[in-house]
């Protein structure tokens, strides 16, 4: 099976700005995970999709959202950007249909760089 | 405090030594464990999962839970170069999958 993919893999941006990041999951996975990860904090819980219903969601402001599409395919928006937002972006999947505690596969990631 | 502590490292080992990389956690009721490895600037990728209390062996790994004491480890035997990378410690508290990660430990094995 294909694994997870994201797109696109480099971005830069200058503040204000807004970005869109794509991810689809492994084929058959229905649950889509976003994260985002920067030195300072570690690997922090954006937010979790399944059936294009968001199911989880972590502690970041209302700049930070996303969507899921019927075939699974993700993606997240960051609006106004701040110097703060450059990290790495994961994106995971897994299948969904359990109730908690799946095994997630990364994406290679998405890095922006905001200027 | 936070959800899941790892100790930042570096923790380096010899060649051929086992390497014992440790995590807390501070909800009592998490329910599922994971270890995922990083390689820089690489995304992670899933090493094991432990759900129960005791020991999972999988090859050179095996990851330790103690729920009672909310620790969980991972043993590499038979260290490797290759095996130098950071460590991440994930806990879900049941709650679908929404996931909590450690800061990680960089792992450096020497040859």
């Known amino acids: 099976k294909a694994g997870v993919t994201q797109t696109p893999r480099y971005l830069i941006k200058t503040r204000g700005q807004q970005v869109t990041l794509s991810c689809s999951p492994i084929?058959?996975?229905?649950?889509v995970s976003w994260y985002q990860q920067t030195p300072g904090q570690g690997l922090q819980f954006l937010f979790e999709?399944?059936?294009?219903?968001?199911?989880n969601k972590g502690n970041f402001p209302g700049r930070f959202s996303g969507r899921q599409f019927s075939n699974s395919r993700s993606e997240m928006n960051v609006s106004t950007l701040e110097l703060g937002d450059s990290a790495l972006y994961l994106c995971?999947?897994?299948?969904?249909?359990?109730?908690?505690?799946?095994?997630?596969?990364f994406g290679p990631g998405t890095r922006l760089l905001v200027l | 405090q936070k959800e899941v502590e790892q100790n930042s490292g570096p923790l380096s080992v010899p060649e051929g030594a086992i390497a014992s990389l440790n995590c807390t956690y501070s909800?009592?009721?998490?329910?599922?464990f994971f270890w995922y490895r990083q390689y820089s600037g690489k995304s992670p990728e899933l090493i094991m999962s432990i759900y129960s209390n005791g020991d999972k062996e999988d090859g050179r790994f095996t990851a330790q839970l103690n729920k009672a004491s909310q620790y969980v480890s991972l043993l590499i035997r038979d260290s490797q170069p290759s095996d130098s990378a950071t460590y991440l410690c994930?806990?879900?508290?049941?709650?679908?999958?929404?996931?909590?990660f450690g800061s990680g430990t960089k792992l450096n094995v020497k040859p």
């Open positions: 999709y399944f059936s294009e219903t968001q199911r």
């Open positions: 084929s058959g996975h229905r649950s």
């Open positions: 994930a806990v879900n508290k049941d709650n679908f999958n929404k996931f909590y």
């Open positions: 995971a999947s897994s299948p969904g249909w359990g109730a908690s505690g799946e095994t997630q596969y």
């Open positions: 909800d009592r009721g998490s329910q599922s």
